[in-house]
């Protein structure tokens, strides 16, 4: 199926937004810096099942023709070896250009709002950089709670992308799968 061009841009606007609200947050403090440099690679990829809005999936679907022959066997591997992100690489993401909206999240991504009685918190690997880093920089420890990470930083940003009009159209368009479920299609 073919992604309707009013829902690419929609998706990509609404990377956009999240790339524009975590550049405020690093230009309200440094501290915010975001994942890199990450020493841990990315292990917040590791065991992960990422939730894939249909839109993205057949972006991504589209991307992987664009990939290079080793990127392409390592992910055939992955995929063998029942890696729950297939795309994961040693030190990178594959799809990084085309990542689904919950990749792009982290490591803001600590709140799943779907509706305003349901906040569930969601931390990146426990020993991510980010965390164990930046935020004990500030506090002189790590995060003791959702609220000690900058919890409503994380759900003004999560809030402002859910609100979005485009946000409304991705979700319309298609179910939410996740990852490994659509890869066994
Ligand atoms: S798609 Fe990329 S960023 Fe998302 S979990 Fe997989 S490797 Fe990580
Ligand atoms: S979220 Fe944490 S573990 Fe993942 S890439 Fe960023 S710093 Fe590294």
């Not at 990315?42 to 249909?54: A, F, K, N, S, T």
């Not at 057949?58 to 795309?87: G, M, R, T």
């Not at 709140?111 to 880093?133: D, G, K, L």
């Not at 409503?152 to 485009?166: D, M, P, S, W």
Request: aromatic residues 12%.
């Amino acid at each position: 199926m073919k992604v309707p061009s009013k829902i690419i841009v929609a998706v990509h606007r609404l990377y956009a937004l999240i790339d524009q609200l975590a550049d405020q947050l690093v230009r309200m403090d440094n501290y915010w810096n975001k994942c890199f440099p990450c020493t841990n690679k990315g292990c917040c990829c590791v065991g992960v099942d990422i939730p894939v809005y249909e839109a993205e999936w057949l972006l991504i679907a589209e991307y992987l023709s664009k990939l290079c022959h080793e990127d392409i066997e390592q992910v055939k591997k992955n995929l063998s070896d029942n890696i729950l992100c297939p795309f994961r690489l040693t030190t990178k993401c594959a799809i990084h250009t085309v990542r689904p909206l919950y990749c792009r999240f982290t490591p803001y991504m600590a709140v799943y709002y779907e509706a305003a009685t349901e906040i569930e918190v969601m931390y990146p690997a426990a020993n991510c950089t980010f965390i164990r880093q930046h935020c004990t920089r500030i506090t002189g420890s790590p995060p003791q709670s959702f609220e000690s990470l900058g919890g409503r930083h994380f759900i003004v940003i999560t809030e402002t992308v859910y609100k979005a009009q485009e946000f409304k159209l991705l979700k319309d368009f298609g179910d939410t799968k996740y990852l490994s479920e659509l890869l066994f299609l």
